[in-house]
């Protein structure tokens, strides 16, 4: 019995030190993180016949308020620079902005505006939110994994984490394929986001 009771203390304390570690001044807000560009990707994968096809955008800004304690004031706002997409092919990467799939003269940014951050146990979490991306915005429930929380050993004062996530969803429902590109056969219609970012304390 008193070993059960050690156990359960020990792990209680383990919870209260890992959310201090994201309590901001104020106990109104949530803490607010920057993501370092550097050591973060948004990357996706899409089927080109038979085989998965990888990219990236590589321009992108967040505002992400986060406090596993303080979900309610939580939020995840993510903008991404369509002109920014890499497939590691030039030819390619013209052709996906062009009208026949993002139209990124007409809508240049893929947008993520969270309304409500949920816990789904342990270090899961789920953003719902909404997902817009040409001219179409549709209501959409994104689960992130948080790794992790540490002081950062460059940084006096600062905190470091990392979050990762990952999500499906169909290019066509967005309106990217259009006319003939909107068929199966050569572009799958699903589409897999990887998100891996790191986060600093601001």
Known sequence: MLRRRIGTLSALMGAFLFAAAFTPSSVNNATEWVIDASHSKIGFEIRHFFTPVPGSFDSYDAIVYFSPDNLENSSINV??????????????????????FFNAEQWGTIRFTSSEIKSAGGNDFIAVGELTIRDVTKSIEL????????????????????????????????????????????????????????????
């Open 143 to 202: 689960p992130f994994t948080l790794l992790g929380v540490m002081s950062h050993p460059f940084r006096e004062g600062t905190k470091v984490a990392g979050i990762t996530s990952d999500l499906k969803i169909n290019r066509n429902d967005y309106g990217v394929g259009t006319g003939d590109w909107a068929a199966t056969a050569v572009v799958g219609d699903e589409v897999t986001i990887d998100l891996n970012l790191e986060l600093n304390t601001k």
């Open 79 to 100: 903008t991404i620079d369509v002109n920014s997409i890499n497939t590691a092919n030039e030819r390619r990467d013209g052709h996906l902005l062009s009208k026949d």
